[in-house]
């Protein structure tokens, strides 16, 4: 059963809307239902992608919500751009921001932070003999933390897309890379031989935000807590 929103003003006292960061494609469609669960309805062309419009309201006056990058939810929030967000625990990892506070684990968008490289070299060479590597990735706090608790020294080529491409163009050796299927390491020759988290998508807010808006916040996050648990 959908969960009524109730507004989020306090009283008689008027208050900015919150904004609630979203991130574009899969997870935005895989969130839909939750949403719909938590009561939060968009504006009708939030759907649209051919939407021009970056910032909807909703059903709820006192709630906003922007669609913008996956990456981008992450800086929103820890700026204070949005005061809630949805963001990957890649994200959330890479960014590794103070001001981020993480309260609820919403269990979509599952997939992995994966280390991989050429199926014709893989397994030919005892990593923890390593002292540095170079890695393409879009990744570079990540991959650099992983390897440098091996005593590893990862030279990172960085780059937002096509990471497929950069070890059989000589660009680096691996790549630390979100995998979901692995279908696409496969049809680029490469194999997954490391694991270094798994990843959900999290309920994410502004620490400052949370301190100056507690009963608005806490509102959201008990309905998304209530709707996790229906």
């Given at each position: 059963?959908?969960l009524p929103?109730p507004s989020?003003g306090?009283?008689?006292?008027?208050?900015?809307?919150?904004?609630f960061?979203?991130p574009?494609?899969?997870?935005?469609?895989?969130?839909g239902?939750?949403?719909?669960r938590?009561?939060i309805?968009?504006a009708a062309d939030?759907?649209?992608?051919?939407?021009?419009?970056?910032?909807?309201?909703?059903n709820d006056?006192?709630?906003?919500?922007?669609?913008v990058?996956?990456?981008?939810?992450?800086?929103?929030?820890?700026?204070?751009?949005?005061q809630?967000?949805?963001?990957g625990?890649?994200?959330?990892?890479?960014s590794?921001?103070?001001e981020?506070?993480?309260?609820?684990?919403l269990?979509?968008?599952?997939?992995?932070?994966?280390?991989?490289?050429?199926?014709?070299?893989?397994?030919?060479?005892?990593p923890?003999?390593?002292?540095?590597?170079?890695?393409?990735?879009?990744?570079?706090?990540?991959?650099?933390?992983?390897?440098?608790?091996?005593?590893?020294?990862?030279?990172?080529?960085?780059?937002?897309g096509?990471?497929?491409?950069?070890?059989?163009?000589?660009?680096?050796?691996?790549i630390?890379?979100?995998?979901?299927?692995?279908?696409?390491l496969?049809?680029?020759?490469?194999?997954?031989?490391e694991?270094?988290a798994q990843v959900t998508?999290?309920?994410i807010v502004?620490?400052?935000?949370l301190?100056t808006?507690?009963?608005?916040?806490?509102?959201?996050?008990a309905?998304?807590?209530?709707?996790?648990?229906?």
């Amino acid at each position: 059963m959908d969960l009524p929103m109730p507004s989020l003003g306090t009283g008689a006292s008027v208050e900015p809307a919150l904004v609630f960061a979203l991130p574009k494609g899969r997870i935005l469609k895989e969130l839909g239902p939750l949403l719909a669960r938590v009561g939060i309805l968009p504006a009708a062309d939030f759907a649209d992608e051919d939407s021009r419009r970056l910032r909807f309201e909703t059903n709820d006056p006192g709630l906003d919500v922007v669609r913008v990058r996956p990456f981008d939810v992450a800086t929103f929030v820890a700026h204070g751009g949005a005061q809630i967000g949805v963001a990957g625990a890649d994200v959330l990892m890479e960014s590794d921001s103070a001001e981020i506070y993480a309260p609820l684990d919403l269990g979509i968008g599952r997939c992995r932070v994966s280390v991989a490289e050429p199926a014709e070299t893989a397994g030919r060479d005892d990593p923890s003999r390593w002292s540095r590597v170079t890695v393409a990735t879009k990744y570079p706090n990540i991959a650099q933390r992983h390897f440098a608790a091996r005593g590893v020294q990862a030279e990172v080529v960085h780059l937002n897309g096509a990471m497929e491409l950069a070890p059989g163009l000589g660009l680096a050796r691996l790549i630390v890379d979100l995998v979901q299927t692995g279908s696409t390491l496969v049809a680029n020759g490469l194999v997954e031989t490391e694991v270094i988290a798994q990843v959900t998508s999290r309920l994410i807010v502004n620490r400052t935000a949370l301190k100056t808006r507690p009963e608005a916040i806490g509102a959201l996050i008990a309905r998304f807590r209530a709707a996790l648990a229906a």
